[in-house]
Structure formats: C-alpha cells, structure tokens
C-alpha cells in the first residue's frame, strides 16, 4: 500500500489550467490517477507540483480501513483553509471514498465534485458543471468501463516502471472488504490494448510492467475463437521483450494455477515474486472471512510454488483481529508465517467497513489492546523473517534493475531484483534503467546492499 503526491513539471502554457492531484490507496488508484490526468490534459488542464498555484484539486482516495478515510478528512480540512485563501479554487474527491459516502462529501461543503472510479470519462463535463456554480457528483458504477482505449500519462517520474490495469472490480466479497461495493463488478480488459501500452511503455524507455486487478489470476477475455486466461495474457506480455520484466498483482490463493506458475518458469522476464495475501492462518477465521480457501490448500499452492521455482519470494497481507479471531486462531497465523517464510508482509488490524457482510453478521468481538498487541507480535515475527529471507541471499549474485538513485547517497544506486527486494550498490559507470549483476554483500530489513559484478 502506497501513499504519494504526484506531480510533473508543468507545462508553461498561460491558457491551461492547473489541476493538482494526490493519490491515496493502492497500486490500482495510481494508475486511475494516470487515467485522470489523460483525460485532463486533453481537457486544457496540466499537472502542477505546488498545490498554491492549482486551480483545481483532486484527491483520488481509499476507503479500506477507517484511518484511510480520516486521513482523507484531514485533508479535506487543509483543503478547506486553501480555499479560504483563493476563492475560485475547486477541489474534487474521487475513488473509492467518494464512491462509498458520495453527496455526504458535498454536505461537508469543501467538496465541489465527487467522482466514483468508473466517472473519469465525464470529468470535463463535471468540470464543466462547476464552473456554472453547481456542485457535481457521479457515482455510477459500470459493468464495462476498463478505460482501455485512453493511455494514461505516467506520473512516477523514474521512467523505468509503470502500472498497467488489467482489469477493474472484485466480485469475492470477503466479508471484510469494501473493494466490492466501491469498484464494481469484475470486468476484464481487452488484452490487445493491454499490448498495445506495454509496447508503447518499452518504445518509452520503460523496462517494466506490473499488470495490475484486485485478483488478476480471474482475468477472462473471449475472443471470438479464444478464451484468454490470466497465464496466457502474462505469456503475451512476456513475449513482447525479453528485456522488459512483467510483474503481477495481485494474486488471490484461490484462483492461482499451475499455468501461471509455469509461464514464470518460462520466462525470465517474469519476475519470480508473489503476492499471496493469506489474511489468517485459522480455517475457521478464512470461512468467516470468505476466502474460499483452507490453509492446507493454501500450503499446497506455496508448496507447487516452491517446487517449480525455488528462487521465487513469497509477500502476504494479513489481517489481525478479525471478528471472533481467538488467541488459538493468531497463534496459527504466526505458525503460517513461520512456515511459508515471506520476505515481506502488509500486516494491518482489522477496521469494520459500514454495510459489509461483516459489518451485518460478525460482531468486531476483538478488543482494541488485543488487537494492538497480535499486530505488534505479527511484526515482530515478519521482521525475523525478512531477515533470515535477507540472509540467505548474502554472497548471491542477483540482476537488478536500477529504479534511481539511493535516498541516502547519491553515488548509490537503487533498484530490485526479479524477486522484489530492493537492492543498493555503488553507482560507478551505471545508470537509471539499466541491468546489472550485482553480488550481495550485506543486508538490512529491508534492503539487500551489494557490489556490481559483470
Ligand atoms: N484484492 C487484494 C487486496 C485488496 S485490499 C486481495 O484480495 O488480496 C489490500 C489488503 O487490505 C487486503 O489484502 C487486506 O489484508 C486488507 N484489508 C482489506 N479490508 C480490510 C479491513 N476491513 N480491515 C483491515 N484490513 C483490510
Ligand atoms: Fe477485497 Fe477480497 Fe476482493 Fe481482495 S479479493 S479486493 S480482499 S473482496
Ligand atoms: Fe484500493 Fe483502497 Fe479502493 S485499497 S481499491 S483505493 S478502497
């Protein structure tokens, strides 16, 4: 999960307006954020990187746990002293909160337009309706929209990695997750325009593509002749450049096959890492969850993994405290852990979202100190196991791709290996977007640090 502030260098052109945009959530909000900005810009609007020029702010925001959500009336409130100082600035929340709460964040009265996920197309027209003095809001959710024929203008400015989104919408309603009601149903994109912008990204100079849906490995595309699964697509992708690495996200236990574990031994332009949120290591804690999976089935996925490429990482995202969780119940996460050995998780204490099946049927029995505390071990024990991950690859040699340059030095370069640790070595003759072999001198939590060798 990522929090950032984009922003480009603006385009110094006096008849265009400047919008400013910050993204909230998940990997699947920035790549919206991209989408937006393409349909602004062709709108007469250009990024600006200080929000006190701006004319126009969006906020693209994350309703998954109740602290995403306050940290976005927060802003609200920063946004509304803004507004005091400039009078014609307007400010615009889309994504999934203003899907979730839609005219309530016009009643707050900062709030100019609210913009659902599946709305961005009729931004302009929203723009448009704004500046006649009414406030704006379209929340409808759509069973087609993928966006797939607009390129989104990229905002990460290191040029080497970028989003590409695959497909939009959940339909597994675990019973924890808002994702469902705030982004819709399932719906697939078109594979040939998936293509088409990861050609057009290496033409750019990109080296790398994460194909991105809240469970990729349901992909589902007919053809007239063909049906495209999530292992073909991947296959398809891998075949445009060897020199272009595929990553994916994210992947749900239940729905991960064997044909996708074999298309990453097909290519080593795959990445060998996956995501394999696990939420809960107690079967009775997954069914009320409504995962659909059991932790024996889970074990055999991450043990067919392991067979077929044993150099591969594993990364989880957990759940502690869910509704009814027991001491015996979060023992048994730990035990998971300790057996799949992850080299990183996303470990966050359950947050009851209104209207979920959660919310209506199991009670948030786990008190507040228990939960604190189950996440505290839950820490504790993923840091042992990113270090011993971390250890094991001391003396190998690895090929990094360089993302830029390290925060702490800038005679250091930054980048990550195929199996996503992030990896520091001496800049020498090397720069942004190349490969490199880098042997693995030391290590810390989180960082593999290293020499280029050749
Ligand atoms: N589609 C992805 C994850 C999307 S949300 C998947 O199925 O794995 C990212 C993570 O947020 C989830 O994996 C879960 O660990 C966490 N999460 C979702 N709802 C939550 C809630 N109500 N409280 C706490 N964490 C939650
Ligand atoms: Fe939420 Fe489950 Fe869908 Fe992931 S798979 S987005 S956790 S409902
Ligand atoms: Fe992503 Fe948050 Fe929405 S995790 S899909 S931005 S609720």
Redesign the pocket.
């Given at each position: 999960m990522t929090n950032k502030f984009y922003s480009v260098k603006p385009i110094l052109n006096k008849n265009l307006k400047q919008v400013y945009i910050e993204t909230y959530?998940?990997q699947?909000?920035v790549s919206d954020s991209e989408v937006v900005l393409a349909v602004l810009q062709s709108n007469n609007y250009s990024l600006c990187k200080d929000i006190n020029s701006a004319s126009l702010i969006f906020i693209n925001t994350?309703?998954?746990r109740e602290n995403?959500e306050q940290r976005i009336w927060a802003r609200l409130e920063y946004f509304r002293s803004l507004k005091k100082k400039k009078r014609e600035l307007k400010v615009g929340i889309l994504?999934?909160m203003a899907e979730r709460l839609k005219e309530k964040l016009i009643d707050h009265g900062v709030v100019d337009i609210v913009a659902g996920p599946d709305s961005y197309r009729h931004l302009p027209k929203l723009i448009e309706g704004i500046t006649k003095g009414e406030k704006q809001i379209n929340t409808i959710l759509s069973e087609e929209e993928t966006y797939a024929d607009i390129s989104p203008i990229r905002m990460d400015k290191n040029g080497v990695s970028a989003y590409i989104s695959i497909m939009r919408g959940c339909n597994n309603y675990c019973s924890y997750c808002?994702?469902p009601y705030?982004?819709g149903r399932e719906r697939s994109r078109n594979p040939q325009s998936i293509i088409k912008e990861a050609k057009q990204l290496l033409e750019n100079g990109y080296k790398e593509v994460t194909l991105l849906g809240q469970n990729v490995n349901s992909y589902s595309w007919n053809n007239s002749n063909q049906h495209i699964t999530f292992a073909m697509l991947l296959e398809m992708v891998a075949q445009i450049a060897p020199s272009l690495r595929v990553r994916f996200s994210t992947s749900h236990p239940k729905d991960i096959d064997e044909s996708v574990i074999k298309a990453i031994v097909k290519y080593p332009n795959i990445c060998k890492h996956i995501h394999l949120p696990v939420q809960s290591g107690s079967n009775t804690v997954l069914k009320r969850m409504n995962r659909k999976y059991t932790i024996e089935e889970y074990l055999e996925r991450v043990k067919l993994i392991k067979e077929l490429i044993p150099e591969c990482t594993l990364s989880t995202d957990i759940i502690t405290g869910f509704s009814g969780e027991s001491e015996q119940d979060h023992q048994e996460t730990l035990s998971i852990m300790k057996e799949v050995g992850y080299y990183t998780a996303f470990m966050f204490q359950y947050s009851e979202r209104p209207n979920t099946t959660a919310a209506k049927k199991y009670p948030d029995s786990v008190s507040e100190q228990d939960k604190n505390r189950r996440l505290n071990e839950i820490i504790e024990l993923q840091h042992k196991l990113s270090k011993i991950s971390n250890n094991e690859d001391l003396g190998k040699t690895f090929e990094v791709l360089i993302e830029g340059t390290s925060k702490r030095s800038k005679e250091e370069l930054s980048g990550r290996t195929s199996q996503n640790k992030v990896c520091i070595f001496p800049a020498g003759e090397h720069k942004v977007g190349d490969y490199v072999n880098v042997k693995v001198t030391s290590c810390s939590l989180a960082t593999l640090k290293g020499v280029a060798v050749n």
């Open positions: 959530g998940c699947m909000n994350c309703s998954i995403a994504g999934c808002v994702v705030v982004r």
